[in-house]
């Protein structure tokens, strides 16, 4: 079964030398680089960001499992969806796909096939030449669960997989519902996220669990999953880069999305 490149075309470039200037698989290298939380915005404003974890990975890694919210399809919570696609197809030809066998999950193809929280991801793992593996989940209703699922992603990987959280922050104005700072947002938002991102780095996720799940970090939830995995793995965690829609523009509205990436070192 492939998984085939719904968004190409549309979120990012489906043409392979049009891809190449978002991807840029020449400046790829080794840094040491595990894990992440990064953006799955379409990649015109994603991509530097996501490029920072590939320019950096370690050279041990051969497989990356993403992480990712659900937006179209309503999960239950303290469960991941994963699907039985074992290649996914990219504007670069298709990665070997890896279907995670969990104890506790939903398998629904659809899901997993409509989602670009996982395919922004793809053509910088292909290009990377490594595996893939994906899953999505929505909520959970503590730290017991949290930790479960995090235990149950180290107990069916090896040493040399990195986990990627699909992940923006604050989604902010009146199109998204949430608008609590006034004249103050930019300044507000960058504030609380970056202060988000540096409790992540320091795996302290319970008082992420505490604070920040109110609020429009759309994928709060596989972060977590992932800080609570790369603690048990005896990682060393520091923020990266931030910027909001609006950077990217170069223009001033009253909606725009927040986008901060974490990385740890093995």
Known sequence: MERYAEFAGNWYPENGDELD?????????YGGIMDAVLPHAGLYYSRDIIRQYFEKMDEKIC?????????YFRLPPDMLCTARFTSSRTPYGSIETIPLETEESIVSEAALQKEHGIEMFL??????????????????????????IAEELIGITDGNTGFIASSDF???GRRFGYMPYGNEAESRVRERDCECARLLSRMETEEVLR????????????????????????RTGCTGLFCTSDDITGSRSENFVSYQSVLWRR
């Open 211 to 234: 604070r920040f799940t109110g609020g429009t970090i759309c994928g709060i939830t596989p972060a977590m999953i992932i800080s609570r995995v790369a603690e048990l793995k005896g």
């Open 21 to 29: 200037e978002y991807v840029r698989p020449d400046l790829f290298g």
């Open 170 to 172: 604050t989604h902010y």
């Open 63 to 71: 497989r990356i499992v993403i992480i990712s919210p659900s937006h």
């Open 123 to 148: 053509p910088f793992i292909k290009a990377a030449g490594v595996a893939v593996s994906y899953a999505l989940i929505n909520e959970v209703s503590g730290m017991e669960s949290i930790n479960r």
